[in-house]
């Protein structure tokens, strides 16, 4: 990983001393899709598994109330979030974070804005338990799934030791939810060699987006984040990464750099959805953010012309991939 992120620090650094465009070639490399799906050691993919775990990602009943489900705030048809600035929870009202997407989730080293949680398992069992989200309680929750002969089986089948427990549940829906990949967009398709897949509008606006912009100081590899936290400058009371790690450096207001895939269904965006569409983010990357000691030296402010900022929003568009159905399960009773 060390020398994946030099490698693109000396290709984005290099164009800069040459005043030169950053090297595409080389920027595709970095930027394509991995083979395969990471699963650890201790919770191997099976579809078994993975099965129960997406019937548990949709089904109410694992909220204290039995009316929302993991899919309330991760929904497939917004890009694994929901189309709100932030989420909404047992007591019905806007929390003050968005919820942020699943996608890609198996290739995140830490979760949440702030990082808080280091695994899937940890990040599944935090909405659900949390009083103002999901307010349930896994003893009564794995005693409704134990009461279902269906779930009750299936946990019986695949986790023999124990049936249902809450470890089996965090275990099934972390494994669900590391399948949720996006899907290949045009952009991947060209990083293969079509070249026709995207525009030359795109084309020019990924090298700005490596270059100019410097977008990708953070937004970097297939995804399209470097999985650090950095203050943008935005106003916000929230202290972010440095509610969890207050002696971190630069961890005030400092969020979790978010990827960039399927943006086009995810607005509106930033941590508590401050923006309602890609033109408004990308006028606030442009301002540079407000001033403060905690800033990220990697956001400055930059200015683009007006067919620059079109071709930069080409891009960004054609990291989205073709929207295709999620069949819900049937949930049993």
Not at 99 to 127: C, H, K, S, Y
Not at 161 to 176: D, K, P, Q
Request: with cysteine; hydrophobic share 45%.
């Amino acid at each position: 990983m060390k020398l994946r992120v030099f490698t693109l620090a000396a290709i984005l650094l290099g164009g800069a001393a040459a005043s030169a465009e950053p090297d595409i070639a080389a920027l595709k490399a970095l930027h394509r899709r991995p083979a395969s799906i990471p699963f650890p050691e201790a919770a191997p993919y099976s579809p078994q598994l993975a099965t129960l775990g997406k019937m548990l990602f949709f089904d109410p009943r694992l909220s204290g109330m039995q009316n929302l489900s993991c899919a309330s705030c991760h929904n497939p048809s917004f890009g694994y979030e929901v189309p709100v600035p932030g989420a909404i929870g047992a007591t019905n009202t806007p929390l003050g974070r968005k919820a942020p997407t699943i996608l890609n989730a198996a290739w995140m080293p830490v979760l949440f804005w702030d990082g808080r949680a280091p695994t899937l398992e940890a990040q599944a069992q935090g909405p659900i338990t949390a009083a103002v989200e999901m307010n349930g309680k896994f003893p009564e929750i794995v005693g409704r799934l134990k009461a279902i002969p269906d779930y009750d089986a299936q946990f019986r089948r695949l986790f023999p030791e124990t049936g249902a427990s809450r470890e089996a549940v965090l275990t099934a829906i972390a494994t669900y939810e590391r399948t949720v990949v996006a899907g290949w967009a045009p952009f991947d398709r060209w990083v293969e060699g079509s070249e026709d897949a995207i525009t030359p509008a795109a084309k020019r606006g990924f090298a700005l987006f490596a270059g100019k912009a410097r977008c990708a100081a953070c937004h970097t590899g297939w995804n399209f984040t470097d999985n650090k936290f950095h203050d943008l400058g935005i106003p916000t009371r929230d202290l972010g990464r440095a509610g969890v790690a207050p002696d971190e450096p630069g961890a005030r207001h400092a969020f979790k750099t978010p990827g960039l895939r399927n943006l086009t269904y995810r607005a509106p965006f930033g941590h508590a959805g401050q923006f309602a569409d890609l033109e408004a983010i990308l006028a606030f990357y442009e301002s540079g953010g407000i001033d403060r000691p905690s800033k990220s030296p990697l956001m400055h402010r930059f200015e683009l012309s007006a067919p620059e900022r079109l071709d930069l929003l080409a891009f960004l568009r054609s990291l989205t991939a073709e929207q295709t159905e999620t069949a819900l399960p049937n949930l049993p009773n």
